[in-house]
């Protein structure tokens, strides 16, 4: 099995430096809401949930997308071809975590794994981010991550609130 | 625009209107942001006499020229305004996230002018901006009023200012919250939202910050961030955070206990850095910091996001509380009503200590939880006789019974968790604050010297011109090591145009003088620049430094030399030589 990007949400302080970053590389400016990932903050409980791309083995946006704009690249990432990408949003709909969504000029965009190397992994300091084979609690961690599916209807800024808090109830004794 | 959104919010509450103006450009290289362009923006607008409960008392909320980027610990956003607590200028600000959502949406800062005639709210979606009814969160706590907010359709993930019913009621001590832990404490920021009929601020931003050259603004930034911000200097922050000193000042003897009488708190190990880590949920942030200071905290059903240092000491030590489970309540409670925890733990210390003499029953007594929790419903809400007392703070209280002997405040803000008698420093430090007793402007407790009065006048300086141009670039205290240098390398990377260390040292320089001829004007001069009586009269106890005091002459030599190093007249007024350097004109 390849090397995955990993979650462990009871790590994450909220602190969003993975987002900024990402959208620096990614966009040019530092815009956390045009971020391939995005940290979804429960500051009165303290709690925060990384919601990550878990670049499913059978993915629903790949299998979606009717111009098979979406593929898997040589690092096991699900990316987009945005030449091919004729902005339908079958892909943002099937996500079960909000994790593809539309730009400004109506293409798709999500996490590329940047090349093997993630850049977020790379800015967290907590450990609430890792890039690495899936073993034990960290496979379980994903599972559970990756059991939260949400409905085509619903929104992607949605679906990742109703997947953090989710994962807030099954991961704190108080939520 | 580089680093800057280059847009400021005007919001006229008194005729419901709200205008989006560009960012003075000629005021950028002279006062940065954050502390030093609001002092601008504030004393452009403000007539130094004015009453700071009148409609016609402005507020600038301003964000930095690195809050929403990458830059580590550069998340913060200020407000300044005249205090309805000390009637000085103030300036209070906060961490968490607003700031950087408020970049997102457009704008580097707010200028709210007027009143209200009913409660509303201050809504920002990008560009949509809307002042609403309120009505339906009159009274409400800070929790329920954000989570009301952020239940409207598309705010889900806006970041909100409010107050709660202590700032709706206009206590002296009420602070705005934001993100459910985190405040504008001092000085009544909240009682000032209160006075416009402003029940919240609440921002959703999709925007983003440019800067010149991203790739090599990002490299600066990594190492900093990594030769300089994650090291031993400041990494106490994310291996304890602030509770790590309660066994520090404990040591030094400079740890506020039973209102301001012991130097030392026996009993300390209930609240210190271990007992908080026994009881840590999880580690918390605020926007950008890879640190992570915050300890989210639980015992039994009882939970908060700390408490922090000053919290511990002043809600804990100082009202003879070594019980961290009453401390997380008082803590939470004071989140949630609105009210400044500093103030408050000083408040209620200064009234058991009223009751336990017998000059007048409280009934609030040392180490006892449940009246002092009980107390502070009826503060926020001023619905019992000495709640509406309370309300009024230690300084007033005191007053009141003839007891100022017994406070520990300068321009009548409490003292925060660090005792004068044992480091000199901090009581030039306290005295010399434009808002009143402040730890933020000027920091000695680590000095080698603490009774050297030249050696610590110094370092309040220094400090001081440090700090104003550090808080201008909405930077937290916790970068320690952050030089002007620095900030230097990174606003050029950023900006894409030559910055200089010497030029932002000046700029400190400006804005704490400009700081200065506003007091000045409002009427404050070497009369309040003092210490209270406790300080020089009555001896400590306890711990290294028990029987000292810090003499009137000494004070007096040590605010003389003050005034001289900082090129100001007896009284204190800064002289037209040294206003002529630092290009300034009287207000």
């Not at chain 2, 416009?196 to 930034?221: E, Q, S």
């Not at chain 2, 506020?256 to 007992?275: C, L, Q, Y």
């Not at chain 2, 003292?415 to 007793?437: D, K, L």
């Not at chain 2, 309040?528 to 306890?542: M, N, V, W, Y």
Request: aromatic share 8%; proline share 5%.
């Amino acid at each position: 099995m390849t090397a995955q990007l990993l979650a462990v949400p009871e790590r994450c302080t909220g602190c969003m430096r993975c987002a900024t970053v990402c959208s620096a590389l990614k966009e040019g400016m530092f815009r956390p809401s045009r971020a391939r990932l995005h940290v979804v903050n429960f500051p009165l409980e303290g709690f925060s949930a990384p919601g990550i791309c878990f670049h499913c083995p059978k993915a629903d946006c790949e299998k979606a997308c009717p111009e098979k704009a979406i593929s898997r690249d040589e690092h096991g990432a699900v990316v987009v071809d945005r030449s091919l990408c004729n902005g339908c949003g079958d892909c943002v709909a099937a996500c079960p975590y909000g994790m593809i969504v539309l730009d400004d000029e109506a293409k798709a965009f999500k996490c590329d794994l940047c090349g093997g190397d993630p850049a977020c992994v790379k800015e967290c300091e907590f450990g609430a981010l890792l890039y690495g084979k899936p073993e034990g609690d960290l496979l379980k961690a994903r599972g559970l991550q990756m059991k939260q599916r949400m409905p085509g209807e619903m929104a992607p800024e949605e679906k990742r609130r109703n997947l953090a808090v989710n994962l807030m109830k099954a991961l704190r004794s108080d939520g | 625009m580089n680093l800057y959104a280059g847009k400021i919010l005007k919001v006229d509450l008194t005729h419901g209107t709200v205008t989006a103006e560009p960012l003075p450009g000629k005021w950028i290289r002279r006062y940065w942001g954050c502390w030093g362009l609001a002092v601008r923006l504030y004393t452009d607008l403000a007539d130094p006499v004015v009453d700071p409960m009148a409609p016609e008392n402005p507020l600038v909320i301003m964000t930095g020229p690195f809050c929403g980027t990458a830059v580590p610990l550069a998340s913060r956003f200020c407000m300044v305004s005249k205090s309805p607590y000390t009637g000085t200028i103030f300036e209070t600000n906060c961490g968490g996230a607003f700031g950087p959502e408020l970049k997102y949406a457009g704008y580097d800062g707010l200028v709210i002018t007027g009143a209200s005639q009913r409660l509303v709210t201050l809504t920002i979606a990008d560009g949509d901006v809307r002042l609403e009814d309120a009505s339906d969160l009159a009274g409400k706590g800070i929790f329920e009023t954000e989570a009301a907010l952020k239940a409207r359709p598309g705010l889900a993930e806006a970041k909100v200012l409010a107050i709660g019913p202590a700032g709706e009621n206009r206590v002296g001590y009420a602070c705005i919250g934001s993100e459910a832990y985190r405040q504008m404490g001092r000085a009544g920021g909240g009682a000032l939202f209160g006075s416009k009929n402003l029940k919240a601020v609440v921002c959703r931003g999709t925007g983003g910050v440019a800067v010149a050259d991203m790739p090599a603004f990002l490299a600066k930034v990594d190492h900093y961030k990594k030769t300089d911000l994650l090291t031993e200097d400041n990494l106490w922050a994310k291996t304890d955070g602030t509770p790590i000193l309660v066994d520090v000042t404990n040591e030094m003897g400079i740890h506020p206990t039973r209102n301001f009488t012991h130097g030392v708190n026996e009993g300390k190990d209930a609240i210190n850095s271990d007992a908080i880590k026994r009881n840590k949920v999880a580690d918390r942030a605020c926007a950008s910091c890879p640190l992570g200071c915050g300890n989210y905290t639980r015992i039994k059903d009882a939970a908060v996001e700390g408490p922090e240092y000053e919290t511990l000491c002043l809600a804990g030590s100082n009202c003879g509380m070594n019980d961290l489970e009453a401390v997380i309540r008082f803590n939470r409670l004071c989140d949630d009503l609105g009210l400044d925890t500093i103030s408050a733990g000083n408040t209620i210390a200064l009234a058991m200590d009223l009751t336990e003499s017998g000059i007048h029953d409280y009934n609030l007594r040392f180490g006892e939880p449940d009246q002092y929790l009980q107390v502070l419903s009826e503060i926020a809400h001023l619905s019992t006789d000495r709640g509406r007392q309370l309300a009024r703070g230690a300084w007033e209280t005191a007053a009141a019974h003839g007891a100022l002997d017994r406070v520990a405040a300068s321009k009548k803000l409490e003292f925060p968790a660090y005792e004068p008698r044992g480091n000199y420093g901090m009581g030039v430090a306290y005295a010399t604050s434009e808002r009143g007793a402040c730890h933020l402007r000027a920091f000695t407790i680590f000095s080698e010297t603490p009774f050297d009065v030249e050696a610590m006048v110094r370092h309040v300086i220094a400090d001081q011109n440090k700090n104003a141009i550090k808080w201008s670039m909405c930077f937290c205290d916790f970068w320690g090591t952050v030089s002007p240098e620095i900030m230097a390398d990174l606003l050029t990377a950023g900006l894409g145009e030559p910055v200089t260390a010497e030029e932002l040292t000046a700029a400190g320089e400006r804005i704490w003088n400009l700081i200065r001829l506003f007091n000045v004007k409002a009427g404050f001069g070497s009369d309040q620049d003092t210490l209270p009586p406790k300080i020089f009269r009555e001896p400590l106890k306890g711990g290294p430094h028990a029987g000292r005091v810090f003499s009137q002459e000494d004070f007096a030599k040590a605010r003389a030399l003050y005034y001289e190093l900082r090129g100001w007249d007896e009284n204190g007024m800064p002289t037209d030589e040294k206003l002529a350097q630092l290009e300034l004109t009287r207000l």
